[in-house]
Nanobody, 122 residues
């Protein structure tokens, strides 16, 4: 059983920064590709960022490229999302998830956290 717990979400002004963290427990974390997704009110969940097991390969949604950075620390069983230059449209519940393969499709992710709320005010 894999458990994921996100933290770091809060209210922030546009242009500000936040760092989300996801702590993973259970099975061998270092073997899982990891991703961040988000869901805004009234919208479908969308891919944000992905990182492979070693951290050497990442991918981002076009909407966050150049502003967000995903990273992982396999020794500490954590994955993080550094978010800079935040915009009101970044407001959403952010979820970390563990995948079974390199993918931007949420159907390829087997384990999910409960989410953390990020609100960006204008």
């Amino acid at each position: 059983q894999v458990q994921l717990v996100e933290s770091g979400g809060r209210l922030v002004q546009a242009g500000g920064s936040l760092r989300l963290s996801c702590a993973i427990s259970g099975r061998t974390f270092s073997t899982y590709p990891m991703g961040w997704f988000r869901q805004a009110p009234g919208k479908e969940r969308e891919f944000v960022a992905f990182i492979n097991w070693s951290g050497g390969n990442t991918d981002y949604a076009d909407s966050v490229k150049g502003r967000f950075t995903i990273s992982r620390d396999n020794a500490k069983n954590t994955v993080s999302l550094q978010m800079n230059s935040l915009k009101p449209e970044d407001t959403a519940v952010y979820y970390c998830a563990a995948a079974n393969k390199f993918s931007t499709n949420d159907r390829d992710y087997n384990y999910w956290g409960q989410g953390t709320q990020v609100t960006v005010s204008s």
